[in-house]
């Protein structure tokens, strides 16, 4: 759509992206207050954190979790699985590269094997053929390599529309992106389809929990932030 | 005595006082032993209690409510939780607004880990391990699993020996208590209230919950 549509589809598009480019310049202006280390949680940008926090709820709350929820109740359960299987196949050369630098060349050999029998007798990955046979894996990335070789997270981040983050962390991210074999002679537009779909179901997967952590919490913000570094520092821990 | 012995009767008593100790150590262990089966023993039996409330044939919504909010009373440790939860604050707090915080605590976290009962459908849970963390601390691993879905890691942290309570539920490696007192903690240095707006935040929230 944003590629083909006609011109006044393509300015809508345009305007939507300045002003959300607009809104999130009024949060750099924030960061001019002293910095702050939290209860252990290193979050010195906090103040740029909290402004982009709200920005990503507003977004959420307007487009991404209507899709979500449009996605979760007008697709059946078994498409959905064989959609996050699909795409939980493509992310295993990434981690298998990880699992090995880590050293655990188990986990290494264990997540290349389910990425071959998946994506021939499980059909491109959509049927987990393997998990049905008891084979599974942990998922690696770069930053939990970067972790286990003692990289601390660093800042904690709210980065715009995905959410926590930290600085080792996202730099992870995007040297996952330049590992994965499947960023190499494939188009813009797969690639931008993918990343699409994986934040789409990822954020289907979690509407639960987020719904619940909003309703309860006296500051969700906080409860992001805590919940997220606890749960990094535990699967950087974490050895299959 | 013999000058040589005096020399090293130091030693010998040492040497001896070492044995005696590594024997009453090893010793000990039947004990924590036994203190991790109970643990499980405990968990076992509250989960059992849990999911017997749930899936009850004749329960209502709100029988389900009042019988989780009943078994969360008589088996978490409030006091230790409410003062661990507030972290530094509990030092600096005066009795009134601990007094007032205790309660006002306990509503919140009995009514916000049951306002979904709705929701509860009956789940399979095991016991895979408990081990001793500190003296009368146990941690029991669970894994908690919904159909159609992979288990989840659920720990929980025990005080007590023979008869316990709950200190902390840990999910995946994420500690609610360590989330809560970060969070509690954002909400009285944020204010200039301090403790008194946790208070009021946590009573306007226990009606909507």
């Given at each position: 759509?944003?590629?083909?549509?006609?011109?006044?589809?393509?300015?809508?598009?345009?305007?939507?992206?300045?002003?959300?480019a607009?809104?999130?310049?009024?949060?750099?202006?924030?960061?001019?207050?002293?910095v702050?280390y939290?209860?252990?949680d290193?979050?010195?940008?906090?103040p740029?954190?909290?402004?982009?926090?709200?920005?990503?709820?507003v977004?959420?709350?307007?487009?991404?979790?209507?899709?979500?929820e449009?996605?979760?109740?007008v697709?059946?359960k078994?498409?959905?699985r064989g959609?996050?299987?699909?795409?939980?196949?493509?992310?295993?050369?990434v981690s298998?590269a990880?699992?090995?630098?880590q050293?655990?060349?188990?986990?290494?050999?264990?997540?290349?094997w389910?990425?071959?029998?998946?994506?021939?007798?499980?059909?491109?990955?959509?049927?987990?053929?393997?998990?049905?046979?008891?084979?599974h894996?942990?998922?690696?990335?770069?930053?939990?390599?970067?972790?286990?070789?003692?990289?601390?997270p660093g800042?904690?981040?709210?980065?715009?529309i995905?959410?926590?983050?930290?600085?080792r962390?996202?730099?992870?991210?995007?040297?996952?992106?330049?590992?994965?074999?499947?960023?190499?002679?494939?188009?813009?537009?797969?690639?931008?389809?993918?990343?699409?779909?994986?934040?789409l179901?990822?954020?289907a997967?979690?509407?639960?929990l987020?719904?619940?952590?909003?309703?309860?919490?006296l500051?969700?913000?906080?409860?992001?932030?805590?919940?997220?570094?606890?749960?990094?520092?535990?699967?950087?821990?974490?050895?299959? | 005595?013999?000058?040589?012995?005096?020399?090293?009767?130091p030693?010998?008593v040492?040497?001896?006082?070492?044995?005696?100790?590594?024997?009453?150590?090893?010793?000990?262990?039947?004990?924590?032993?036994?203190?991790e089966?109970?643990?499980?023993?405990?968990?076992?039996?509250?989960?059992?209690?849990?999911?017997?409330?749930?899936?009850?044939?004749?329960?209502?919504?709100?029988?389900?409510?009042?019988?989780?909010?009943?078994?969360m009373?008589?088996?978490i440790?409030?006091?230790?939780?409410?003062?661990?939860?507030?972290?530094?604050?509990?030092?600096?707090?005066?009795?009134?607004?601990?007094?007032?915080?205790?309660p006002?605590?306990?509503?919140?976290?009995?009514?916000?880990?049951?306002?979904?009962?709705?929701?509860?459908?009956?789940?399979?849970?095991?016991?895979?391990?408990?081990?001793?963390t500190?003296?009368?601390?146990?941690?029991?691993?669970?894994?908690?699993?919904?159909?159609?879905?992979?288990?989840?890691k659920?720990?929980?942290?025990?005080?007590?020996?023979?008869?316990?309570?709950?200190i902390?539920?840990?999910?995946?490696?994420?500690?609610?208590?360590?989330?809560?007192?970060?969070?509690?903690?954002?909400?009285?240095?944020?204010d200039?209230?301090g403790?008194?707006?946790?208070?009021?935040?946590?009573?306007?929230?226990s009606k909507?919950?």
């Open positions: 759509m944003i590629f083909t549509g006609n011109n006044s589809s393509k300015r809508f598009i345009a305007a939507a992206f300045m002003s959300a607009l809104a999130l310049s009024a949060c750099a202006e924030k960061n001019s207050e002293p702050m939290q209860n252990g290193y979050d010195p940008l906090e740029l954190n909290r402004c982009i926090f709200k920005f990503n709820y977004v959420d709350g307007v487009l991404i979790k209507p899709l979500a449009l996605y979760r109740t697709t059946p078994p498409v959905q959609v996050s299987n699909f795409l939980d196949n493509l992310a295993s050369p298998v990880n699992s090995a630098v050293g655990n060349g188990d986990q290494a050999f264990t997540t290349l389910r990425f071959l029998l998946n994506s021939t007798l499980g059909v491109g990955g959509v049927f987990d053929f393997a998990g049905y046979y008891g084979i894996s942990r998922s690696e990335d770069l930053g939990q390599t970067f972790g286990r070789y003692g990289v601390g800042p904690y981040l709210v980065l715009p995905i959410g926590p983050s930290n600085f962390d996202s730099v992870g991210m995007v040297g996952d992106w330049f590992t994965d074999p499947f960023n190499y002679y494939t188009t813009g537009y797969w690639q931008a389809g993918r990343t699409g779909a994986v934040g179901t990822k954020r997967d979690n509407i639960d987020t719904d619940e952590i909003y309703r309860t919490s500051d969700p913000y906080t409860t992001f932030r805590s919940g997220y570094l606890q749960y990094r520092k535990n699967e950087i821990k974490l050895r299959n | 005595m013999t000058i040589s012995m005096k020399k090293y009767f030693f010998f040492r040497t001896l006082f070492i044995a005696a100790f590594i024997a009453l150590c090893t010793s000990m262990n039947p004990a924590q032993a036994a203190g089966e109970k643990a499980k023993a405990f968990v076992e039996e509250l989960g059992n209690k849990a999911v017997a409330i749930v899936s009850a044939p004749n329960a209502t919504d709100d029988s389900k409510r009042s019988g989780l909010m009943d078994l009373k008589t088996s440790d409030f006091d230790w939780v409410g003062k661990f939860v507030l972290g530094r604050h509990w030092r600096t707090a005066t009795d009134e607004q601990k007094k007032r915080f205790i006002l605590y306990r509503d919140f976290l009995l009514k916000s880990y049951t306002s979904r009962v709705q929701e509860y459908t009956t789940v399979s849970f095991r016991i895979t391990g408990a081990e001793s500190g003296d009368k601390e146990y941690v029991v691993h669970t894994e908690i699993g919904k159909k159609n879905e992979s288990p989840v659920v720990d929980y942290r025990l005080l007590g020996s023979g008869k316990f309570k709950i902390d539920m840990v999910v995946e490696g994420v500690s609610l208590l360590t989330t809560q007192r970060s969070e509690f903690n954002s909400v009285i240095t944020r200039s209230r403790v008194d707006n946790l208070n009021d935040l946590l009573e306007q929230r909507e919950l």
